[in-house]
Nanobody, 124 residues
Framework: QVQPVESGGGVVQAGGSLRLSCTASGHTFSWYVMGWFRQAPGKEREFVAG????????SYADSVKGRFTLSRDNAKNTVTLQMNTLKPEDTALYYC?????????????????WGQGTQVTVSS
């Protein structure tokens, strides 16, 4: 199995940018579809973005399309979520997740492997 570890969260003003990274150890990284989810206080965990094993296919939540970009480097066992034009409503705990399957999934229960999360706070 694989163990995701997130980094790169922080506090940023509205309109700013942050880059989140997720490094996964423990198994062949290129076998795993990777996803990012987020959870704000009092809300359900929601899908943000996902990327196929090769990196050729990505999927985004409507709320982040055009602002967030997800990429991966299988040689470095890393996925990167570039977040631009951040809004206060992007404030949440961001989680990296992995699934050993084909196809980008958009629901949390389809990802068995999770990191601990990294906090993103966007001030207005």
């Amino acid at each position: 199995q694989v163990q995701p570890v997130e980094s790169g969260g922080g506090v940023v003003q509205a309109g700013g940018s942050l880059r989140l990274s997720c490094t996964a150890s423990g198994h062949t990284f290129s076998w795993y579809v990777m996803g990012w989810f987020r959870q704000a206080p009092g809300k359900e965990r929601e899908f943000v973005a996902g990327i196929s094993r090769s990196g050729e296919t990505t999927s985004y939540a409507d709320s982040v399309k055009g602002r967030f970009t997800l990429s991966r480097d299988n040689a470095k066992n890393t996925v990167t979520l570039q977040m631009n034009t951040l809004k206060p409503e992007d404030t949440a705990l961001y989680y990296c997740a992995a699934r050993h399957d084909i196809g980008v999934a958009t629901t949390a229960d389809e990802y068995p492997y999770w990191g601990q999360g990294t906090q993103v706070t966007v001030s207005s």
